[in-house]
Protein backbone atom coordinates (compact mmCIF):
# COMPACT_ATOMS: atom_id res chain seq x y z
CA UNK A 1 0.00 0.00 0.00
CA UNK A 2 1.44 3.30 -0.52
CA UNK A 3 2.04 5.66 1.67
CA UNK A 4 0.65 9.20 1.10
CA UNK A 5 2.71 12.08 0.53
CA UNK A 6 1.48 14.24 3.12
CA UNK A 7 2.79 11.06 6.16
CA UNK A 8 6.25 10.74 3.88
CA UNK A 9 6.86 13.88 4.22
CA UNK A 10 6.12 13.55 8.44
CA UNK A 11 8.30 10.69 8.12
CA UNK A 12 11.22 12.38 6.62
CA UNK A 13 11.13 15.60 9.06
CA UNK A 14 11.09 12.63 12.13
CA UNK A 15 14.05 11.20 10.54
CA UNK A 16 15.73 14.59 9.88
CA UNK A 17 15.06 15.23 13.60
CA UNK A 18 16.08 12.09 14.99
CA UNK A 19 19.64 12.01 12.78
CA UNK A 20 20.24 15.22 14.32
CA UNK A 21 19.77 14.68 17.88
CA UNK A 22 21.86 11.88 17.23
CA UNK A 23 24.99 13.89 15.70
CA UNK A 24 24.44 16.70 17.36
CA UNK A 25 27.79 17.09 20.23
CA UNK A 26 26.28 17.03 23.72
CA UNK A 27 27.71 20.09 25.98
CA UNK A 28 31.40 19.75 27.32
CA UNK A 29 31.22 17.68 30.61
CA UNK A 30 33.87 19.02 33.36
CA UNK A 31 36.68 16.77 31.96
CA UNK A 32 36.25 18.06 28.54
CA UNK A 33 35.96 21.32 29.45
CA UNK A 34 38.66 20.99 31.76
CA UNK A 35 40.96 19.65 28.84
CA UNK A 36 40.29 22.52 26.72
CA UNK A 37 40.65 25.11 29.26
CA UNK A 38 44.06 23.90 30.28
CA UNK A 39 45.24 23.36 26.22
CA UNK A 40 44.42 26.48 25.39
CA UNK A 41 45.53 28.52 28.61
CA UNK A 42 49.17 26.59 28.49
CA UNK A 43 49.27 24.78 24.88
CA UNK A 44 50.06 21.45 26.20
CA UNK A 45 47.48 19.02 28.01
CA UNK A 46 47.22 18.55 31.74
CA UNK A 47 48.90 15.55 33.79
CA UNK A 48 45.83 13.03 34.75
CA UNK A 49 46.36 14.52 38.30
CA UNK A 50 45.83 17.99 37.40
CA UNK A 51 42.47 16.83 35.23
CA UNK A 52 40.86 15.34 38.04
CA UNK A 53 41.45 18.30 39.96
CA UNK A 54 40.43 20.97 37.46
CA UNK A 55 36.99 18.45 36.24
CA UNK A 56 36.32 18.64 40.30
CA UNK A 57 36.67 22.39 40.38
CA UNK A 58 34.21 22.77 37.05
CA UNK A 59 31.78 20.35 38.41
CA UNK A 60 31.75 22.36 42.09
CA UNK A 61 30.82 25.48 39.90
CA UNK A 62 34.14 27.13 40.60
CA UNK A 63 35.52 27.12 36.77
CA UNK A 64 38.00 29.86 37.92
CA UNK A 65 39.60 27.87 40.20
CA UNK A 66 40.26 25.35 37.14
CA UNK A 67 41.75 28.01 35.34
CA UNK A 68 44.06 29.06 38.15
CA UNK A 69 45.38 25.40 38.26
CA UNK A 70 45.78 25.58 34.54
CA UNK A 71 47.85 28.71 34.84
CA UNK A 72 50.32 27.30 37.06
CA UNK A 73 51.87 25.61 34.46
CA UNK A 74 55.15 26.86 33.25
CA UNK A 75 54.25 26.51 29.69
CA UNK A 76 51.63 29.46 30.69
CA UNK A 77 54.55 31.81 31.23
CA UNK A 78 57.04 30.20 28.98
CA UNK A 79 54.59 29.98 25.91
CA UNK A 80 51.47 31.54 26.42
CA UNK A 81 52.56 34.74 27.65
CA UNK A 82 55.78 34.86 25.58
CA UNK A 83 53.77 34.63 22.25
CA UNK A 84 51.58 37.17 23.23
CA UNK A 85 54.01 39.97 23.86
CA UNK A 86 57.06 38.67 21.45
CA UNK A 87 55.03 40.73 18.61
CA UNK A 88 54.59 43.76 20.38
CA UNK A 89 58.66 43.98 21.09
CA UNK A 90 59.30 44.69 17.07
CA UNK A 91 58.14 46.36 14.12
CA UNK A 92 57.58 43.36 11.90
CA UNK A 93 55.09 41.85 14.61
CA UNK A 94 57.61 38.97 15.17
CA UNK A 95 56.30 36.10 17.10
CA UNK A 96 59.52 34.42 16.80
CA UNK A 97 61.77 37.40 18.23
CA UNK A 98 64.21 36.32 21.26
CA UNK A 99 62.94 37.14 25.12
CA UNK A 100 64.42 40.55 25.55
CA UNK A 101 63.54 42.78 28.71
CA UNK A 102 60.30 44.09 27.46
CA UNK A 103 58.59 40.38 27.31
CA UNK A 104 60.38 39.77 30.20
CA UNK A 105 59.15 42.53 32.33
CA UNK A 106 55.33 42.03 30.98
CA UNK A 107 55.53 38.05 31.93
CA UNK A 108 57.24 38.98 35.00
CA UNK A 109 54.20 41.58 35.78
CA UNK A 110 51.16 39.55 34.83
CA UNK A 111 52.58 36.65 37.24
CA UNK A 112 53.17 39.15 40.03
CA UNK A 113 49.29 40.79 39.19
CA UNK A 114 51.06 43.88 38.82
CA UNK A 115 48.78 46.70 37.63
CA UNK A 116 48.69 46.16 34.13
CA UNK A 117 48.59 50.04 33.56
CA UNK A 118 52.51 50.42 34.99
CA UNK A 119 53.69 48.66 31.68
CA UNK A 120 53.73 52.09 30.79
CA UNK A 121 55.20 54.42 33.45
CA UNK A 122 56.18 51.89 35.93
CA UNK A 123 59.76 52.02 37.26
CA UNK A 124 60.15 48.01 36.71
CA UNK A 125 61.84 45.52 35.08
CA UNK A 126 62.85 41.52 35.31
CA UNK A 127 65.43 40.29 35.20
CA UNK A 128 66.88 36.44 35.69
CA UNK A 129 67.41 36.03 39.24
CA UNK A 130 70.27 35.99 40.20
CA UNK A 131 72.39 32.39 40.75
CA UNK A 132 71.56 31.13 37.64
CA UNK A 133 75.09 31.79 36.14
CA UNK A 134 73.08 34.07 33.16
CA UNK A 135 75.70 37.25 31.81
CA UNK A 136 74.87 40.17 33.55
CA UNK A 137 72.23 42.58 32.53
CA UNK A 138 74.03 45.00 30.11
CA UNK A 139 72.90 47.92 28.41
CA UNK A 140 74.39 47.62 25.02
CA UNK A 141 73.32 43.96 24.82
CA UNK A 142 70.69 41.33 24.84
CA UNK A 143 73.01 38.41 26.15
CA UNK A 144 71.29 37.93 29.66
CA UNK A 145 67.97 37.47 28.31
CA UNK A 146 69.12 35.27 25.34
CA UNK A 147 70.86 33.19 28.03
CA UNK A 148 67.93 32.93 30.34
CA UNK A 149 65.83 31.28 27.48
CA UNK A 150 68.53 29.23 25.86
CA UNK A 151 68.79 27.70 29.17
CA UNK A 152 65.26 26.66 28.71
CA UNK A 153 64.51 28.02 32.32
CA UNK A 154 60.96 28.37 33.56
CA UNK A 155 60.05 31.84 33.58
CA UNK A 156 57.68 31.28 36.08
CA UNK A 157 60.24 30.86 38.76
CA UNK A 158 63.27 32.66 37.69
CA UNK A 159 62.04 35.82 36.67
CA UNK A 160 63.07 38.60 39.37
CA UNK A 161 61.22 41.88 39.94
CA UNK A 162 63.80 45.17 40.15
CA UNK A 163 63.47 48.88 39.81
CA UNK A 164 64.19 49.83 35.81
CA UNK A 165 66.04 53.12 37.17
CA UNK A 166 68.59 50.97 39.21
CA UNK A 167 69.35 48.49 36.56
CA UNK A 168 69.65 50.48 33.71
CA UNK A 169 70.43 53.51 35.83
CA UNK A 170 67.81 55.75 34.01
CA UNK A 171 66.71 58.69 36.36
CA UNK A 172 63.14 57.26 38.12
CA UNK A 173 61.28 59.66 36.56
CA UNK A 174 62.48 59.43 32.92
CA UNK A 175 61.74 55.23 33.47
CA UNK A 176 58.22 54.39 31.58
CA UNK A 177 57.59 50.78 32.31
CA UNK A 178 58.79 48.73 28.81
CA UNK A 179 58.81 52.15 26.48
CA UNK A 180 62.29 52.67 28.44
CA UNK A 181 63.53 49.04 28.22
CA UNK A 182 66.62 47.95 26.01
CA UNK A 183 64.50 46.32 24.29
CA UNK A 184 61.33 48.83 23.57
CA UNK A 185 64.08 51.51 22.72
CA UNK A 186 65.85 49.13 20.01
CA UNK A 187 62.54 48.48 18.16
CA UNK A 188 61.23 52.33 18.44
CA UNK A 189 63.57 54.86 19.23
CA UNK A 190 65.62 53.51 16.63
CA UNK A 191 66.68 55.93 14.17
CA UNK A 192 64.02 58.32 12.83
CA UNK A 193 62.32 61.09 14.63
CA UNK A 194 60.81 58.41 17.48
CA UNK A 195 57.34 58.65 16.39
CA UNK A 196 57.48 54.94 16.17
CA UNK A 197 57.48 54.86 19.73
CA UNK A 198 54.27 56.47 19.54
CA UNK A 199 52.34 54.75 16.76
CA UNK A 200 53.60 51.08 18.22
CA UNK A 201 52.45 52.05 21.55
CA UNK A 202 49.43 52.99 20.51
CA UNK A 203 48.67 49.87 17.73
CA UNK A 204 50.14 47.34 20.74
CA UNK A 205 48.36 48.66 23.52
CA UNK A 206 45.30 50.74 22.64
CA UNK A 207 44.29 48.39 19.72
CA UNK A 208 45.00 51.51 17.02
CA UNK A 209 46.69 52.56 14.44
CA UNK A 210 47.13 55.94 12.98
CA UNK A 211 44.20 55.39 10.20
CA UNK A 212 41.81 54.81 13.04
CA UNK A 213 41.98 57.76 14.93
CA UNK A 214 42.92 60.29 11.99
CA UNK A 215 41.16 63.49 13.14
CA UNK A 216 41.16 66.57 10.84
CA UNK A 217 39.83 68.60 12.72
CA UNK A 218 42.39 69.15 15.39
CA UNK A 219 44.66 72.21 15.38
CA UNK A 220 47.75 71.63 13.63
CA UNK A 221 50.28 74.08 15.32
CA UNK A 222 52.36 71.52 16.74
CA UNK A 223 53.20 69.78 13.62
CA UNK A 224 56.73 69.56 13.23
CA UNK A 225 59.37 71.35 10.38
CA UNK A 226 59.79 67.81 8.90
CA UNK A 227 56.03 67.22 7.57
CA UNK A 228 55.37 69.05 4.22
CA UNK A 229 52.51 71.42 3.70
CA UNK A 230 52.21 70.56 0.49
CA UNK A 231 53.58 66.94 -0.81
CA UNK A 232 53.95 67.45 -4.12
CA UNK A 233 53.08 70.75 -4.50
CA UNK A 234 49.37 69.71 -3.52
CA UNK A 235 48.33 71.21 -0.17
CA UNK A 236 44.80 69.32 -0.14
CA UNK A 237 46.83 66.45 0.90
CA UNK A 238 47.85 68.21 3.93
CA UNK A 239 44.96 69.23 4.76
CA UNK A 240 43.42 66.17 4.17
CA UNK A 241 45.73 63.19 4.54
CA UNK A 242 49.09 64.47 6.99
CA UNK A 243 47.33 66.82 9.47
CA UNK A 244 44.58 64.02 10.48
CA UNK A 245 47.26 62.19 11.77
CA UNK A 246 50.21 64.48 12.93
CA UNK A 247 48.06 67.11 14.47
CA UNK A 248 47.45 64.53 17.69
CA UNK A 249 50.78 62.46 17.37
CA UNK A 250 53.50 64.94 17.14
CA UNK A 251 52.15 67.07 20.32
CA UNK A 252 51.94 63.28 22.31
CA UNK A 253 55.52 61.98 20.94
CA UNK A 254 56.82 65.19 22.10
CA UNK A 255 57.33 63.47 25.59
CA UNK A 256 60.38 60.92 23.92
CA UNK A 257 62.03 64.49 22.85
CA UNK A 258 64.84 63.34 25.58
CA UNK A 259 65.47 59.84 23.90
CA UNK A 260 67.19 58.30 21.87
CA UNK A 261 68.50 54.93 20.34
CA UNK A 262 72.35 55.18 19.76
CA UNK A 263 74.17 52.68 17.91
CA UNK A 264 77.14 52.63 15.62
CA UNK A 265 75.69 53.01 11.80
CA UNK A 266 78.63 52.06 10.46
CA UNK A 267 79.85 48.94 11.56
CA UNK A 268 76.29 48.17 13.51
CA UNK A 269 73.43 48.92 11.18
CA UNK A 270 70.69 47.23 13.24
CA UNK A 271 71.70 48.16 16.40
CA UNK A 272 72.40 44.99 18.25
CA UNK A 273 74.92 46.56 20.60
CA UNK A 274 73.26 49.64 20.91
CA UNK A 275 71.62 50.92 23.74
CA UNK A 276 69.32 54.04 25.17
CA UNK A 277 70.45 57.35 25.47
CA UNK A 278 68.58 59.53 27.23
CA UNK A 279 69.52 63.52 27.97
CA UNK A 280 69.20 64.46 31.86
CA UNK A 281 68.50 67.71 33.29
CA UNK A 282 71.27 69.96 32.28
CA UNK A 283 72.54 68.16 29.19
CA UNK A 284 73.04 70.19 26.33
CA UNK A 285 72.58 68.34 22.44
CA UNK A 286 75.16 69.67 20.43
CA UNK A 287 72.96 69.94 17.29
CA UNK A 288 69.74 71.39 18.97
CA UNK A 289 71.22 73.86 21.74
CA UNK A 290 69.04 72.51 24.59
CA UNK A 291 68.43 69.47 26.29
CA UNK A 292 66.14 67.47 23.13
CA UNK A 293 67.80 65.19 21.09
CA UNK A 294 69.05 66.12 17.42
CA UNK A 295 66.49 63.60 15.95
CA UNK A 296 63.85 65.78 16.88
CA UNK A 297 65.17 68.97 14.49
CA UNK A 298 65.87 66.62 11.38
CA UNK A 299 64.59 67.47 7.91
CA UNK A 300 64.29 71.40 9.39
CA UNK A 301 64.41 73.19 5.75
CA UNK A 302 61.29 70.71 4.78
CA UNK A 303 58.83 73.44 6.48
CA UNK A 304 60.69 75.78 8.04
CA UNK A 305 57.86 77.45 9.79
CA UNK A 306 56.54 74.18 11.42
CA UNK A 307 56.49 73.82 15.08
CA UNK A 308 60.32 73.73 16.90
CA UNK A 309 60.23 71.16 19.77
CA UNK A 310 61.88 72.95 22.86
CA UNK A 311 61.38 70.16 25.30
CA UNK A 312 59.29 67.13 26.29
CA UNK A 313 56.20 68.84 27.08
CA UNK A 314 53.06 66.82 25.35
CA UNK A 315 48.97 67.74 24.96
CA UNK A 316 46.62 64.95 24.05
CA UNK A 317 44.74 66.83 22.04
CA UNK A 318 42.45 63.77 21.26
CA UNK A 319 40.52 64.53 24.58
CA UNK A 320 38.60 66.57 22.14
CA UNK A 321 37.00 65.45 18.65
CA UNK A 322 35.71 61.67 17.74
CA UNK A 323 38.70 60.48 19.61
CA UNK A 324 37.04 61.35 22.83
CA UNK A 325 35.65 57.80 22.20
CA UNK A 326 39.12 56.63 23.17
CA UNK A 327 37.97 57.44 27.11
CA UNK A 328 40.22 59.11 28.44
CA UNK A 329 40.36 59.80 32.43
CA UNK A 330 38.99 62.50 33.83
CA UNK A 331 41.32 61.99 36.91
CA UNK A 332 44.84 62.98 34.68
CA UNK A 333 45.30 66.70 33.11
CA UNK A 334 45.67 65.27 29.91
CA UNK A 335 49.04 67.12 29.72
CA UNK A 336 52.57 66.68 31.06
CA UNK A 337 56.16 66.41 31.07
CA UNK A 338 57.99 63.21 29.66
CA UNK A 339 57.51 59.79 28.81
CA UNK A 340 56.15 58.35 32.17
CA UNK A 341 53.14 60.94 32.78
CA UNK A 342 52.16 60.47 28.66
CA UNK A 343 52.31 56.74 29.60
CA UNK A 344 49.71 57.35 32.10
CA UNK A 345 47.96 59.08 30.20
CA UNK A 346 47.23 56.16 27.32
CA UNK A 347 47.31 53.29 30.10
CA UNK A 348 44.22 54.59 31.81
CA UNK A 349 41.72 55.01 29.07
CA UNK A 350 39.15 52.72 28.07
CA UNK A 351 40.32 52.11 25.12
CA UNK A 352 43.79 50.46 26.79
CA UNK A 353 42.21 47.94 29.18
CA UNK A 354 39.54 46.44 26.62
CA UNK A 355 42.92 46.44 24.30
CA UNK A 356 44.36 44.12 26.69
CA UNK A 357 41.07 41.85 27.25
CA UNK A 358 40.08 41.90 23.07
CA UNK A 359 43.83 40.89 22.56
CA UNK A 360 43.38 37.41 25.35
CA UNK A 361 40.02 37.00 24.07
CA UNK A 362 41.15 36.33 20.82
CA UNK A 363 44.29 34.00 22.19
CA UNK A 364 42.80 31.93 24.12
CA UNK A 365 39.01 31.42 22.51
CA UNK A 366 41.29 31.34 19.20
CA UNK A 367 38.96 33.78 17.03
CA UNK A 368 37.40 37.24 17.12
CA UNK A 369 34.80 38.11 19.01
CA UNK A 370 31.50 37.11 16.71
CA UNK A 371 28.39 38.77 18.01
CA UNK A 372 26.62 40.41 20.81
CA UNK A 373 27.54 37.77 23.59
CA UNK A 374 31.01 37.87 23.01
CA UNK A 375 30.87 41.70 22.78
CA UNK A 376 29.17 41.84 25.70
CA UNK A 377 31.35 39.54 27.75
CA UNK A 378 34.40 41.21 26.68
CA UNK A 379 32.60 44.14 28.27
CA UNK A 380 32.10 42.58 31.41
CA UNK A 381 35.30 41.05 31.64
CA UNK A 382 37.23 44.62 30.69
CA UNK A 383 35.39 46.02 33.65
CA UNK A 384 36.16 43.90 36.07
CA UNK A 385 39.66 44.18 34.96
CA UNK A 386 39.27 48.00 35.69
CA UNK A 387 37.60 47.97 38.94
CA UNK A 388 40.25 44.80 40.47
CA UNK A 389 43.64 46.38 40.17
CA UNK A 390 44.37 45.96 36.43
CA UNK A 391 45.18 41.87 36.62
CA UNK A 392 45.34 40.76 33.43
CA UNK A 393 46.25 37.01 34.87
CA UNK A 394 42.30 37.32 36.05
CA UNK A 395 41.47 38.39 32.40
CA UNK A 396 43.20 35.06 31.30
CA UNK A 397 41.13 32.98 33.85
CA UNK A 398 37.99 34.87 33.27
CA UNK A 399 38.35 34.72 29.44
CA UNK A 400 38.94 30.32 29.70
CA UNK A 401 35.90 29.84 31.57
CA UNK A 402 34.16 31.84 29.00
CA UNK A 403 35.13 29.94 26.18
CA UNK A 404 35.70 26.38 27.60
CA UNK A 405 33.47 23.82 25.76
CA UNK A 406 33.16 25.31 23.02
Same mark, same amino acid.
Given at each position: ??I????T????A ?6 A?I ?5 A??E??AAQMH???T $????S?G?L ?6 I???N ?5 Q?AME ?8 L?NL ?10 N ?10 ? !?G ?10 ILS ?9 G?G ?8 N??Y?AL ?5 P ?11 S??G?P?DA ?15 Y?G ?7 FT #? ?6 ? #??Q?H ?5 PD?I??D??RS??G?S ?10 H ?6 A ?12 E?D?? $? ?7 NR?G? &?DP?T???V?A??H !?NS? &?????FV??D?K???YW?E??? #????W ?5 G???G?KSM??E???SQ??A ?6 VF??V?L????DS????? !??? !???SF &? ?12 T?V????E
Amino acid at each position: MKIPSSATRALLAATACLSASISMPALAGPEEQAAQMHSRLT $GVKPSVGVLTEMAEHIANGNATSAAQLAMENDSFYNVTLKNLVTPWTNRDGDNFAPLNDYTATV !IGMVRDDVDFREILSGDIIYTGASGLGLPAYNNANNDHYEALEAAGYPLQTTLERQAQSSVTGLPSDATAGVMTTRGGAKAFFYAGTNRAMFRFT #LMNHLCRD #LEQVHDTSRPPDRIRQDVSRSPGGDSRVFQNNCIGCHSGMDPMAQAFAYYNYEYDVENDPT $GEDGRLDYNRSGD &TDPTTGTRVQAKNH !INSA &TFPYGFVIPDDKWDNYWREGPN #LHLGWSEALPGTGNGAKSMGQELANSQAFAQCQVTKVFEQVCLRAPEDSTDRNR !ISS !ITDSF &TSNGYKLKQVYADTAVYCAGE
